[in-house]
């Protein structure tokens, strides 16, 4: 409880620092000092400042932006394309179901962030490349989970009676079969949320993904590892955000689950 | 032997769900446990072998001879040994990869030798000693059930709890069984507590039945007894039990569904479904009177009539070959093919021909694996028959994928299907209303929705509030009867009903049953009823159609085929049929 409680508090803090983020920053992320490099923490600048004299607390504020933005992107992204495709394969079955499927475990064999780094790098970076080869790389797996979804619910009397009904495929897939595999997939979305979120931040650190400069926590992570003896607050600083994030993220989203399957179930079939 | 007092289950949050259930069993005796879902007749047994589900929690006092049963640490030396429990379903209590055996030879006590495990079967029927050294996959349901009995017996417990023992099994086969236990019972003089929802069942099995209403008991009474019941309830059961050997004018159930033990705890549980409950009913709960061999909590005992009514009326003439032909299954065959290295072939119909007429009701009865519901889904267009035909209203719907689409709206608009299970046939996430209303559009004319969704609602005999209220607001017997609706309201000619009060509790049965003979009588809908229960199809068809192994063994009109019976499966499938009357005196020991 507590914990969940703490979780949706740090969330809320991030989500209002992206919003408001030029007002509530007390420096300009940019502005360099280059008289005051790599100081502790002190009045002033609460988290001290990196090598080039930027304030660390206003780039962490100024970098929730794209530590939300793009994982949100890769989470939807990957909601939409996994759900259609696997309701597709799910329902359809035969021989679509086999190709779809021989393709995601084709696309299982590659290992994600290895391609990411390779093509990223390749084609010379940039953040919306990097969201969708992030968005590309996961899609099979959630795909494979909506549709085992589905097919634990098609062959339910349900499915039949809309069948017998009439209906046609088009309202038995998107009328009755998504609203029962709906907690799946939002449990998928926030998870792909989590790993995107990690994955852009790897990249970054590997200096793909977001361009120089721009303040962005997995980047900060790789810029100040070398001041973690003059301003250690300036690297551990973007590592405890990402990772509270992810962590309350995760939690939360076992919580929404757990109250969407339980909507419309049966408490207990004697 | 066994003497149980003032037994209470609570969960979790110390809601009641069973209260102060009292009861003896002596050596050699039989005692039924009989109650719907949610009576806590299961929970009264997993109690005394300590098997609750986690969060509950067992009080008062369960001795067995010398021994307190509940609360203990050290069950080993009790379970097993001194008191066995035999569950329920046959298909997942034997672990899959161990051989029956192995199953044996760990329950039995010191070396197990080959030999003792061949004793052991032969006593529970099993005479071919090669089956110790099969799977549980290569029984049959009622193999099965011998097994787990003889390794619940292995440490020769002086005391048998069977939880619903039969109720996954076909009738001829539950009659097997349950004449086993007896024979193992009388032999070894152990107790025995046979819990079953099916009063037929407890009354020819049982030395004494005890009824069970929402966690409390009602009655006790010896089975010879029970024709006249001291409890409204127990007669609202023996009236609800469609009789086998008339047709009755009207099916009477219980009104109203069971409910939860914790609501009722300071008053009468039965008052809000009893046709003789007073204001005093509600005021506290009754307790449990004495009245020499039998008790009763009904306060009113003595001062209320609960001789069941006589009704018959003459069954009903077929009348199908008068009629217009609506729906003609001709030679049809299925075959199953299995895919994977060794291709094995099953045949579900083996050359399947029936006919049903405008408005007519035709039943078709048989055990599981008759095809019975094969042949259901392949008149739906749910599955594609290997050869044959189907011809429905004039149109050739042998394979819905191959028709017109213009020829399968028209097929969807002739036939219409009631599943077997309420709680799978609705969409969880849909209301009531949601599900009526998209069933109505597909009848293609310019109608008023909601006014309509409220007159289907009434036909099923449901308030039309129920159109926002969810599936998982709504009791199994209300369910069945919005899947009812929702099939109605397409307006078909054939309505195929698939074992549509199989999994509902006997008192709600008749509900549904009455609205399935409405919607024939009434609207002149046909029905194509499949079901194992041969008194169920007395109430509502004309003709029937005995299926065994893919083919129709019989046919003829439904009083003839169960009055008469020619073919010997037919006789035995009718003789296996539970009758409410008691088991014979000769053979019970009645004890103190």
Redesign the interface.
Known sequence: MIVRALSAFALGLVVIAALLGDWIAPFDPGAQDLAGTAMPPDAAHWLGTDELGRDVLSRLIAGTRTALLGPALVALGVAVLSTAIGLLAGYRGGWVDSAIMRAVDLVYAIPPLLVAIVVVGVFGGGYPLAIGVLIALSVPADTRMVRSAVLAQRNLAYVEAARTVGLGRGRILFAHLLPNVLPTVVANLLLSFVGALVGLAALAFLGLGVGTGAPDWGRMLAENKGLVDLNPAAMIGPAVLITVVAASVTLLGDRLYDLMSARGRDAGRA | MLDVRDLTVHDGRSRVLVRGVSFRVGPGETVGLVGE??SGKSLTARALVSLLPQELRSGGSARLDDTELLGRKDLRGVRGHRVALLMQDPFTMLNPLATVGTHLVESLPGRADRVEVARRLAEVGIDDPAVAGRYPFQLSGGMRQRVALAAALAKDPGLLIADEPTTALDVTTQRDVLALLRRIQTERRMGLVLITHDLRVARQACDRVLVMYAGALVESARSADLDAPAHPYTAGLLRSVPSVTHRQPVLLGIPGSVPAAADVVDRCPFADRCGWAEPACTEHAPPLVDLGDRATACRRHGGIDLSPPELAEPDAEPVGDARATLLDVADLVKVYRSIGLRRTEHTALAGVSLHVGEGESLAVVGESGSGKTTLARAV???TDPTSGRITLGGLDVTSYRRLRSAD??RA??L???V???P????????TVGYTLA??LR?RGEDLDVESEVDSLLDLVGLPASYAGR???ALSGGQRQRV?IA??LA?RPRLLVCDEPVAALDVSVQAQVLEVLRKANRELGIALLFITHDLAVARQVTDRMVVMHRGRIVEHGATADVLDAPTHPYTVRLVQSVPDAAPHTEGEAHVTQ
């Open positions: 879902s949610g739906l267009g749910l399968r709206a969807r608009r036939v219409q299907c599943f077997q299970d709680y799978s046939s609705l969409n969880p996430a849909h998209e069933s597909r969810r599936p998982v899947a929702r099939a397409v």
